[in-house]
């Protein structure tokens, strides 16, 4: 919604806005970054594999997926007892132009 007329009501969409800082929130991390680019180079990975290989507690690892997936940069697939990971490159380009958008509009 754009609003350019002073006399209209202004509308702040704040839970939208909550839920677009939380996508921009899990990928400024360092730790997730990595995990990120663990799971590019193998392609896809299972939890196991990451935190072995990111020497990281399972239950650590498991909350960063968890964010990861919640934002929508990970895939899941499940096959048997294993989920396996991989990027979801869609969606990082997406969160790439968003942001490259609103630097550039200042």
Same mark, same amino acid.
């Given at each position: 919604? %754009? +609003?350019?007329? %002073? %006399?209209?009501?202004?509308? $702040?969409? +704040? ?9 921009? !929130? ?7 970054? #990595?995990?990120? @680019?663990? +799971?590019?180079? *193998?392609? !896809? $990975?299972?939890? /196991? ?11 650590? /690892?498991?909350? @960063?997926?968890? $964010?990861? !997936? #919640?934002?929508?940069?990970? *895939? /899941? ?5 294993? !989920? ?13 132009? /968003?942001?490259? *958008?609103? $630097? %550039? *509009? +200042?």
């Amino acid at each position: 919604m %754009t +609003i350019t007329d %002073t %006399t209209t009501e202004l509308q $702040i969409e +704040i839970v939208q806005l909550k839920k677009a800082a939380l996508v921009f !929130r899990a990928i400024n991390n360092k730790l997730r970054q #990595q995990v990120l @680019h663990l +799971i590019h180079q *193998n392609a !896809r $990975i299972t939890v /196991t594999e990451i935190y072995v290989k990111l020497n990281l507690e399972q239950s650590v /690892t498991s909350q @960063h997926l968890s $964010i990861l !997936r #919640q934002a929508g940069y990970v *895939n /899941t697939e499940k096959e048997g007892k294993y !989920r396996f990971y991989s990027v979801n490159y869609a969606r990082l380009n997406q969160v790439h132009e /968003t942001a490259k *958008n609103l $630097i %550039t *509009n +200042i």
